[in-house]
């Protein structure tokens, strides 16, 4: 991958046309384009619900119908791992817990500070698979805007 935005950073940088916008596009064009996990950690609120999922840095994550809830009474909880852009929920508590061939669903994740979109790749969850094209957003803090 760094070969080829190297040869591309050449190429724009080269051409009598190149100037520093046309490189930034082309380095956008061309870079990772996988999410960062650090995007993913903290609160995601389900958009025209009160549902919060926290994932935490210790590869946790617990989906309940308040942030209240989270701790007292998830709906569901588990592990998650995110390689490139799949994300792989493991649930081991509340929903798709059992049987176990429900407990892993699997969704590729476009991820950003603020926005976190989901396409279900496999899952055998009814539940967790209605978040199949769902994006979720931060939740807007009490009082705010």
Known sequence: MRSLLLL????VGCSSTGSPADLAVKDLA???LSPDPANLLGL???PGSGYIWRFTDDGKQALGATSATLDSDPLTAGTWLL???????????GLCAAPPANQVGTYQVTLSADL???TRVADSCPERSTIDGESWTRPVPDGGM
């Open 30 to 32: 061309v870079g990772d």
């Open 83 to 93: 390689r490139g852009d799949t994300l792989l929920l493991d649930n081991t508590v």
């Open 116 to 118: 976190l979109r989901f």
């Open 8 to 11: 591309t950073v050449l190429a």
């Open 44 to 46: 995601w609120q389900e």
